[in-house]
């Protein structure tokens, strides 16, 4: 290496290059985050501003998606997509903190153990529209119909990874001797992993849970052939659900202005859903590190 | 061996009669069955997407994958064009994701004021968990006509006619196509990089980025030979993630890329991805030659990022904690 021989000017020159490059990237990537956030805003709003009056407009809450032309709100895309994320949820919740368990109590260092873990990161990257078509090759075709568990089973097994994973880290993390004291005095394992390291390890667990609800809320890819879409308001799961981002996505690419105003009015519910969900878990997360 | 297993073993002769002592093995078995469904799920959709592309594939032969004619009216299927689009779109959104990640990640570790660390931090976390329809409807409505105007307009204009150059950037300047698509995959794709990048510049230890200081070297070369060699795998790890991410990502795309059949014929044209296709028709595909084509654009797609991400996780090893 020529460093020696290499004059100090150049050497502070590339130094200097390198910093300004290192502020800029970090300056691309705020400006673009502001940008977004600022078109959510300004564009996202007018959706709960009354057009004629110019005053606070509800509509979006109590009204379901209209025809083009006529008003209406995202009543019935809210509510699908609310049933949809809390089915999917229990599910994987049961799964995700059951399978977390699994591989760091019993499975630490079993071959099937290192199997399992290794797919699961894979399951938890894998592209969710695949997801969508597996749901659809296996609940959709076979009982002819689109329906919301369909849709709620693809977010399920979208947000199960997740869980899993975060389980196990922090399961991982909780100290050897709680496990021992607790089998000491003569709890069953169980019991252990019950009462002493679900409850002592809870807060990464619940965190853990909000980021997988926070990446399921706003996909779209796995709902576009499971869930479909739904005109009106309906309760009914094993029909086609109305749902946020799928809403959003056929009204966005419409050539209506009203559709394209209640697109952004719920590309903006669901960003500000998933940021405020995103930013509760971190302060959650940290809280329980801190003390 | 875990210490569930050890104490069961110890434990069986004496403690038969602990309160609940029988629910011990249930319990496990309840936790194993979990862990297997996972595991279960993930080969049901390989599986699932095999036997729904079979039709395709044994149809079209290899012809499916050298052929870029995509026809539902005559039913013949060629995944070339979309294979090459979600390459291509992918690969320039990596090529312009890295370098900015590895300086956001370099910032937050070595040159950030304590103060703004954690908000810029959050910040970039942000980016990560805004939704990809956002990004979608963002793109295609306020970046792509500003693009459009102050990018591709200007270098249009100024390509020589005839040249390398004007092939490349010919197209209908109205700011949606694969470079546009590639733009946005970059931002979506950035600040996991960037996380990732960060976490492992993290482990390095202390006292070796120290020492490289104390001989005088300034942060650029510290980075350079000292902290860069030592994540060298976990970092393409990372980036092999960042891959995989961009490839399967789907609603953006379908939003910006202009959702056209075939090869791509230049950065600003429009072009179409795996997923895009299979978003944009499968719901409307009748049973047949034209669904089982999409799934097997999923098989495909599948398999790409199933060799992308094995490695990814590979080379990340566990190291980074992501």
């Given at each position: 290496m020529s460093t020696t021989a290499t004059p100090r000017l150049s050497r502070r020159l590339a130094q200097g290059a390198f910093l300004v490059f290192c502020w800029v990237a970090t300056v691309v990537a705020l400006v673009a985050l502001a940008a977004i956030l600022w078109s959510l805003l300004s564009q996202g709003l007018s959706g709960f501003?009354?057009?004629?009056?110019g005053g606070l407009d509800l509509d979006l809450f109590t009204k379901s998606t209209p025809a083009p032309g006529s008003e209406g709100g995202l009543l019935n895309a809210i509510l699908g997509s609310l049933m949809m994320c809390a089915v999917a949820m229990v599910g994987a919740v049961v799964i995700g903190f059951l399978a977390g368990t699994w591989l760091s109590e019993?499975?630490?260092?079993s071959l099937y153990g290192k199997v399992i873990r290794f797919l699961n990161d894979v399951l938890l990257s894998a592209p969710s529209i695949l997801v969508g078509l597996f749901i659809y090759e296996i609940l959709v075709f076979p009982f002819k119909g689109f329906s919301g568990l369909a849709g709620a089973a693809a977010l399920g097994l979208i947000a199960a990874p997740v869980i899993t994973r975060t389980t196990e880290d922090v399961l991982r993390l909780q100290p050897k001797a709680l496990r021992e004291a607790s089998v000491a005095l003569g709890a069953p394992v169980w019991r252990t992993i019950f009462a002493v390291i679900w409850k002592s390890a809870r807060a990464g667990m619940l965190t853990g849970a909000l980021l997988a609800f926070a990446r399921i809320s706003g996909e779209t890819a796995p709902l576009l052939f499971t869930a479909l879409n739904n005109q009106f308001l309906s309760l009914d799961l094993t029909k086609p659900t109305a749902n946020l981002p799928v809403v959003i996505f056929n009204f966005a690419l419409s050539a209506y202005d009203d559709w394209r105003r209640l697109a952004w009015a719920g590309a903006l519910l669901i960003a500000a859903t998933v940021l405020s969900v995103t930013v509760i878990a971190r302060i959650l997360a940290r809280e329980k590190t801190r003390s | 061996m875990t210490l569930a297993a050890e104490t069961s073993a110890a434990a069986t002769p004496r403690r038969?009669?602990?309160?609940?002592?029988?629910f011990d093995r249930a319990f496990e078995i309840l936790c194993f069955t979990a862990a297997t469904f996972l595991l279960t799920a993930l080969g049901g959709l390989v599986v699932s997407l095999a036997i729904g592309g079979w039709p395709a594939f044994e149809a079209f032969g290899l012809r499916f994958f050298t052929t870029a004619t995509w026809d539902p009216v005559r039913d013949v299927y060629g995944a070339a064009g979309a294979v090459t689009g979600t390459l291509v779109t992918s690969a320039i959104a990596l090529l312009i994701a890295l370098p900015l990640a590895l300086g956001i990640a370099i910032f937050l570790v070595e040159l950030c004021p304590p103060v703004l660390r954690r908000p810029i931090g959050t910040a970039v976390e942000l980016l990560a968990g805004i939704p990809s329809i956002v990004y979608g409807m963002w793109g295609l409505f306020v970046f792509a006509p500003w693009f459009a105007k102050h990018v591709q307009m200007p270098i249009m204009m100024s390509a020589e006619p005839g040249s390398f150059w004007e092939k490349l950037t010919t197209?209908?300047?109205?700011?949606?196509g694969i470079l546009t698509a590639s733009i946005i995959l970059a931002i979506m794709i950035l600040p996991f990089i960037a996380a990732t990048l960060r976490e492992l510049m993290l482990t390095i230890p202390a006292q070796v980025r120290e020492s490289a200081y104390g001989l005088g070297s300034t942060t650029f070369e510290v980075i350079r030979k000292v902290s860069l060699p030592y994540i060298r795998t976990g970092a393409i790890g990372a980036v092999m993630l960042g891959l995989g991410r961009a490839l399967g990502e789907t609603m953006a795309v379908t939003f910006i890329?202009?959702?056209?059949?075939?090869?791509?014929?230049?950065?600003?044209a429009s072009g179409s991805t795996i997923a895009s296709t299979i978003a944009n028709e499968f719901a409307e595909a009748p049973p047949g030659l034209h669904s089982a084509s999409l799934i097997a654009l999923g098989f495909v797609l599948f398999v790409i990022t199933f060799a992308v991400l094995a490695l990814a996780r590979i080379l990340i090893g566990r190291q980074a904690n992501l």
């Open positions: 501003i009354d057009p004629d009056s019993y499975a630490r260092d | 038969r009669s602990a309160k609940g002592a029988g197209g209908v300047p109205n700011g949606a890329i202009g959702n056209a059949h075939g090869f791509p014929t230049s950065i600003f």
